[in-house]
């Protein structure tokens, strides 16, 4: 294999990780930390795509052309916000009536998301939508004649730094991070020392959800969007999740690098369906002898 190759295969493996990241990282953080077991994160995802596509036309309608370069600073806080009152509304409205019982909240929220797709259809239709893709993200950068490296993945692989460093920095070094973890890891106690549970618990499920809309925002980038996309993320995303050990968000992160890297060598030496077979394989095998996950966290028996 040449260096040019080895780089494009490199390049291809980051760019199908941080794909992966941005699905997985709000489902890593309700499935996760708050064991809520969230059917409808796909849907959440496509909801995001759409507010993406109605930001694009309204820029594009209402807005002089030029706005049309950099709408998309616009949608992605748009997608954002979207989805995070929507999961915010979910956990209020149903999520905090079902907390430690996993099945029913499987059942409820796989209900919520044939509602959410139904809703999507009667109001965008069955048929596929796309959004216009900035001029400055069209093309690719060339450093030599032998590498492409496409700008709206070289974008993608930016924003997913930038939203990963900045979920980091929420849960990790400030206050209300600290809580959350608290909460998650013993309710009565974080009550007990005068933590609102019940506001960590919405704001946390609302912001796994926001995670999830810029996701779908991103994935307007690289595809269309129709009401039955979302079930096309997420069991990648439970994959993902599951594979890197729940409670982790490290272990996430490692989990889309694992599986996106060996995904993309071996895509090169066989076809793409029987890559995603072995990967699958390699995956059941793992969970056989590490049910808790690859890169779980070790805890006291």
Partial sequence: ???????????????????????????????????????AHGELM?????????????????????????????????????????????????????????LDTLLATWGLSLILQQAYRSIFGAQEVSVPL????AGAWEPTTALQFPLNRLFIIVLTAVVAVAVYGLLYRMRWGLEVRAVMQNRL??????????????????????????????????????PGTGQLYIVDAFIVVVFGGVQNLLGTAMSGFTLAEAQTVLESVMSGSMARVSILLLVIVVLYFRPQGLFALRARG
């Fill in 46 to 102: 496509a909801m995001g795509a759409y507010a993406t596509y109605l930001t694009a036309k309204l820029c594009e309608h209402w807005l002089p052309d030029w706005w049309m370069a950099v709408y998309l600073f616009i949608a992605i806080p748009v997608a954002f916000a979207v989805t995070f009152v929507a999961g915010y509304a979910i956990e209020r409205g149903l999520i905090r009536f079902l907390y430690n019982r996993p």
């Fill in 134 to 137: 900035p001029g400055w993200l």
């Fill in 189 to 226: 106690m974080g009550s007990a020392v005068g933590v609102n549970t019940a506001s960590v618990d919405a704001m946390t499920f609302a912001l796994g959800a926001g995670l999830a809309g810029i996701a779908g925002s991103v994935f307007t980038m690289v595809g269309s969007t129709n």
């Fill in 1 to 39: 294999m040449s260096f040019d190759i080895a780089v494009m295969q490199a390049f291809n493996g980051i760019s199908l990780f941080t794909i992966l990241l941005l699905m997985s990282l709000g489902l890593a953080i309700v499935f996760g930390l708050m064991g809520v077991i969230n059917m």
